[in-house]
T-cell receptor, first 112, second 112 residues
């Protein structure tokens, strides 16, 4: 069974903290993505990566960075967490660009 | 031009009824139109997808209708069941492209 695993289901962090969200996939997919999900706004792309050590900005990259040191792992970093980054974060991977995406279960982050 | 507009935002249907969710797009380069289903506490998962060379695709109780000239596509859920209660996202992408554009989502509730 294919899997995308996010390291935490729930996180509570303080304003100004550096936050790491980890994602691992076991499908040998080249493409990986980070989205945030907010009610009424759907899924918005933060960053994506199409190869190891490669990264591209999505639609809302401000306040975030990413790291992809290994093919199976894609990390999202909030450099200095703010309350407006309270959201559901979803990691996804895909075999083909523009094709079916496989999602993790999500991390609900609350910044207080 | 990159947007995918989805309606309605929420939908309540009686058990056994037909649920209809609509999406519209502008970018004529899109050639892959998936629908994702998300249950509470889970990440989205691919439900059904269509390419613009066909006008309809059916999988069990789920049907996508596609109108290329109108740049619209819709999801029909026949004989809706309480277990179909979930959030549904339409999406669009270009094969080989990096981004998938998601609609804002529709929360479906099927009353028993």
């Amino acid at each position: 069974d294919v899997k995308v695993t996010q390291s935490s289901r729930y996180l509570v962090k303080r304003t100004g903290e550096k936050v790491f969200l980890e994602c691992v996939q076991d499908m040998d997919h080249e493409n990986m993505f980070w989205y945030r999900q907010d009610p009424g706004l759907g899924l918005r792309l933060i960053y994506f990566s199409y190869d190891v050590k490669m990264k591209e900005k999505g639609d809302i990259p401000e306040g975030y960075s990413v790291s992809r040191e290994k093919k199976e792992r894609f990390s999202l970093i909030l450099e200095s967490a703010s309350t407006n980054q309270t959201s559901m974060y979803l990691c996804a991977s895909s075999k083909n660009r523009g094709g079916e995406a496989f999602f993790g279960q999500g991390t609900r982050l609350t910044v207080v | 031009q990159q947007q995918v507009k989805q309606s309605p935002q929420s939908l309540i249907v009686q058990k056994g009824g037909i649920s209809i969710i609509n999406c519209a797009y502008e970018n004529t380069a899109f050639d892959y139109f998936p629908w994702y289903q998300q249950f509470p506490g889970k990440g989205p998962a691919l439900l059904i997808a269509i390419r613009p060379d066909v006008s309809e695709k059916k999988e069990g109780r789920f049907t996508i209708s596609f109108n290329k000239s109108a740049k619209q596509f819709s999801l029909h859920i026949m004989d809706s069941q309480p277990g179909d209660s979930a959030t549904y996202f339409c999406a669009a992408s270009v094969t080989g492209g990096f981004k998938t554009i998601f609609g804002a989502g529709t929360r479906l509730f099927v009353k028993a």
